[in-house]
């Protein structure tokens, strides 16, 4: 199979037989074999009814129906681990996204040899309040991942070699940074394309503010994450360590200075234990050795939960 559509979608049934019938009439037209992906999370309009109704026509369509609403990251990576074709590509289902662009997408994925081509909406039709901690949150994304070349890490439409979706985890709102998790996978073969951004045609978007802070502490556990994923004894070590020598310098200065003052029978101005650096001592060796011991025991815990990607499934067609 030459390609797989993942669309996750939430409420959008007005919009789904649009969707639908645009991409058929793309890979028709460019000859594709392909398959579309549709993955309900946990709609409540309709969605999965009308989803049901297409895929009883067209034999490409496929569906998904969580039992709940999960995110969008859950979504992808259901839908990831349901892929056939040799390339994956996303794309929302709220139609600002443009199916035009998956031949042109295709092609550079086979003949560039590329894991991953992140779309970049160059014109946006967004509000400022969303366009400008969007600007925020990709400088601090490429600062951060040193993927310098990407102006967008949220577009969701992307395409993806076959392999990378296969051998990458989405979890929590991770979808955000999929090409940072996939450069920490070892596909470092990523570009970008500008890509049409479309007004929203139905409905209205499902993401809030509270995306922005999200946003931000996925950045922080991503970046953690990968660096010290497999290494965690590098991080909480090396900070035990600092602050464990901070904390023993300061003591054996307070310590040395008592002695001094004994050997030279000079008068000690006040006793150690009154000294407010003794007690940023004790605290400094105190935690030191928590995090010292905090590195031996994420040595011995795996960081990934057995369950921490089972979803609940209620229909697939």
Known sequence: MDISVVVPLFNEAESLPELTNWIRTVMQKHQFSYEIILVDDGSNDGSWEILTQLQSVHSNIRGIKFRRNYGKSAALNV???????????????????????????????????????????????????????????????????????????????????????????VYGEMHRYIPVIAKWAGFNKIEEQVVEH???????????????????????????VGKFGKRPMHFFGTMGVLSFLVGTIMALYIIGEKLYHIAVHSHYPREVTDQPLFYIALVAVVVGSQLFLTGFVAELVSRSSSNRNNYQIEEEI
Request: aromatic share 14%.
């Open 198 to 224: 479309r007004a929203r045609k139905y409905g209205t978007t499902k993401f809030g503010f509270s995306r922005f802070i999200n946003g931000f502490l996925d950045l922080l556990s991503i970046f953690f």
């Open 79 to 169: 839908g990831f681990a349901a892929v056939k074709g040799d390339v994956v590509i996303t794309m929302d289902a709220d139609l600002q996204d443009s199916p035009d662009e998956i031949p042109e997408l295709y092609r550079r994925i086979k003949e560039e040899k590329l894991d991953l081509i992140s779309g970049w909406k160059k014109k946006r039709y967004d509000p400022l309040t969303k366009t400008i901690p969007t600007k925020f949150f990709n400088a601090a994304t490429r600062s951060m991942s040193g993927i310098y070349n990407l102006h967008d890490f949220n577009c969701g439409l992307k395409a993806y070699r076959k392999d990378v979706v296969k051998n990458i985890e």
